[in-house]
């Protein structure tokens, strides 16, 4: 795993007992990109798909149930034992897909706490904007599983992602999953994320084994997701698995809040998805029980977080088109909200985007973006640097500055951007990448 | 003038008194493109620069300073006569450049209002980011300009659109100020519209004239404007001249109601610049008073609210990059301002704009975006059109629509979309371009 950025950094340090999955050569479960598949993005964390640690009480499958690809599976089966909390976050969109809405009920109900519970996914169709027959898809995919698997209906969680606007094809589904079922593995996680993908030009999966009470917990978690969010071609999807004893509130708080510092502070183009899900299950066949407040919640949710921050990455890592990733770091904010507001109004700007694309160290484009982002900003006490190099201070560009220090710096694939508006202590971090003709050729040469 | 979108020819039918500005082989001031310049844009309104209609007591002038382009015009002046009204618009940025903070106090303090009034414009640098050497250039300048002409400097208003973070050469100005008072013609738009130039492709005008108690009053605008704003190329700025006998209050009332619906409802890339500025010059020598409420009022702001959404869809037209216009309506929303949200929503997401680049009748995105806008929507109640094609209804795709129906609508240059909310009677129109290669090519592939 290859975390370079300061704030991941910091997080790392922070995290003495936590050994991180690696990412090497000594992967278990290679997964090659597929021959006739696009170009792997030249931000993917080198040396492939990282060897995760095996999480207890975790089964996966996948199959090619002929949804939409062909020669690679399309369908995702997860079952965990009972007693597994489940937690979740789901996208904001007022149009969100059926299954997102299958999936919020579910969290929220938490019916059965006790039981088993499974988790089906599918790429090659979205469920998105299908009307009543989304929603009864949803219903035959999810009682197909509970029937197959004897998990109860009210704990099939379900996702799809791909084309939207098309009847899901949930017959193919249901008939793939007793063949599914049969082949179920502990801890497959390698196929389970190249299964889930769409237009992702690499599997993205993130680990890490943390101590609480002297044994070890175990946390793994496979993502999709490129465009940040092409809603024809599907979206991000991220599923989380540990076998630490968490009850379900403080599973949900935790990964609520970690949301909020990774998935909710990386943006490719700015779009929301329709289908948006991160699921976390807690198998809860390892270690103590983590109680509220304690130190083993804190070291828990550093582990997840460091998990999550890295899978946020990763995404970023394969925006469509990407060939830099940046981490916009904004300081001295009125507020935490104000300085994330500005982080974001950098990192979803077209004209900022494009500048990065073309290795242009221009500043003014920064400028313009903390001015149209709304927060409070005082022009004469903006402060910019790009990596080490301070560009401008006190309203204008410094006198150290020299637009070779810039122009050389703009040539690394990894970019640190820090803003300081010099007005308070509120501070934030977001991620992006650039924007490149690929991003245009991916998204309006190719009819989807 | 063409104006064929739906909501100007609504304008249109409630102006019966207005003859609109011809554009057309007629006229007066023929601006052809530099020969070296950009490609024209395939947008751009045939037939050139418009034969705007003289208004009485305008002078104007440009000439070559030498601040950064060879071979064109780079400063405008214009030169008002005593009570000519001043009213004007500028960005909201925090960032805001040096000319318009000035601007802005001169506006607002309207000391003198019965002096002359001057607007001295510059192309080829922002004069924005510059610190306090930054409001010192613009202290010379309109310090020059009044010591040449004899307006008071609290009456001579600035703008300087070009690259930013650069000291304004403000003596290149000032050396040209006697040849350009000397060189003041009535009426020479065609020329100042050239002058303020810089990525534009094409020289920006409307003009209208409106009958107000049997007499003739003439409007006429300028504008500069491609990317919505690249702010270091430079930013829209619009000048509009009329003879209305029009006072100061009625006259900035208008115009900020008018910017509502006409410049702020305009977007390339939802990069908002540092420079904006829209300025309004009544000069009250044609026509008897403007009183508030009249028949006259109403007459005045239709013909004025025609020139400025002319001159707006115009900066669209000319977006950097753009090859198709798209008009964005939202009806049934909670509120305007919900529809406003949508509207922009659609009109700024990458997905949609390199859909409608890539001739793809993608709705899929449309309705992302409607659920990425913060607006209140249900998803089954949504309805969308592209231009008289229905394309979604009641949550899923239309029964009667067919893909090859929406793939042969969109290869138009012009496009219309319509939203649908379904939930109330609020409603707003935007206007946007696509997003093309040429954009990126523009703002990455060269170092600005």
């Not at 696009?38 to 060897?51: Q, R, T, Y």
């Not at 809405?101 to 090659?124: H, Q, R, S, Y």
């Not at 150290?400 to 703009?410: F, L, N, S, V």
Request: charge should be negative; proline fraction near 5%.
């Amino acid at each position: 795993m290859r975390l370079s950025r300061s704030e991941l950094r910091r997080q790392q340090r922070r995290l003495a007992r936590v050994r991180l999955g690696l990412r090497g050569a000594a992967a278990a479960e290679p997964v090659a990109p597929a021959a006739d598949g696009p170009k792997v993005s030249p931000l993917a964390p080198p040396g492939g798909f990282p060897d995760l640690p095996p999480v207890k009480g975790v089964r996966l499958a996948t199959i090619n149930s002929g949804i939409r690809y062909k020669g690679r599976d399309d369908v995702m089966l997860a079952v965990l034992p009972p007693d597994t909390a489940m937690a979740g976050v789901t996208t904001r969109s007022s149009t969100r897909a059926a299954p997102v809405l299958d999936c919020e009920d579910k969290l929220a109900m938490a019916v059965e706490p006790g039981a088993p519970a499974a988790i089906i996914v599918n790429a090659g169709n979205a469920n998105a904007f299908t009307g009543r027959n989304g929603q009864e898809a949803v219903d035959h995919v999810t009682s197909a599983v509970a029937a197959v698997t004897g998990v109860p209906k009210s704990r099939v969680f379900s996702s799809s992602t791909g084309v939207i606007g098309q009847p899901l094809p949930w017959e193919r589904i249901a008939a793939a999953l007793s063949s599914l079922t049969a082949s179920l593995e502990d801890s497959a996680f390698g196929h389970a994320a190249r299964a889930i993908m769409t237009t992702d030009t690499f599997p993205k999966g993130a680990g890490a084994s943390v101590e609480i009470g002297g044994e070890t917990v175990a946390i793994a978690g496979i993502a999709k997701g490129s465009g940040m969010i092409a809603p024809d071609m599907g979206t991000m999807l991220v599923y989380i698995f540990t076998d630490a004893r968490i009850g379900r509130d403080l599973l949900q708080r935790t990964v609520s809040e970690l949301t909020d510092r990774s998935f909710n502070c990386i943006t490719v183009d700015g779009d929301t998805s329709t289908s948006d899900t991160l699921l976390v299950a807690a198998t809860g066949q390892a270690g103590p029980d983590i109680a509220e407040g304690s130190e083993a919640a804190t070291a828990f949710a550093e582990a997840l977080g460091t998990v999550m921050t890295d899978l946020a990455l990763q995404v970023v890592r394969d925006g469509e088109g990407a060939t830099k990733l940046l981490e916009i770091r904004v300081t001295g904010a009125v507020s935490a909200e104000d300085a994330r507001k500005v982080a974001l109004a950098i990192a979803n700007s077209p004209l900022v985007k494009t500048a990065v694309a073309g290795e242009d160290p221009n500043w003014g484009r920064v400028v313009m973006a903390v001015g149209k982002s709304g927060a409070v900003a005082d022009r004469d006490l903006l402060s910019i640097w790009f990596g080490p190099h301070v560009v401008a201070e006190n309203g204008w560009v410094s006198p150290e500055y020299r637009e070779e220090i810039g122009a050389a710096y703009m040539k690394r694939a990894e970019l640190e951007l820090r803003v300081d508006l010099g007005i308070g202590h509120g501070h934030a971090t977001v991620w992006t990448c650039d924007l490149t003709h690929d991003y245009i050729r991916i998204n309006a040469d190719y009819r989807s």
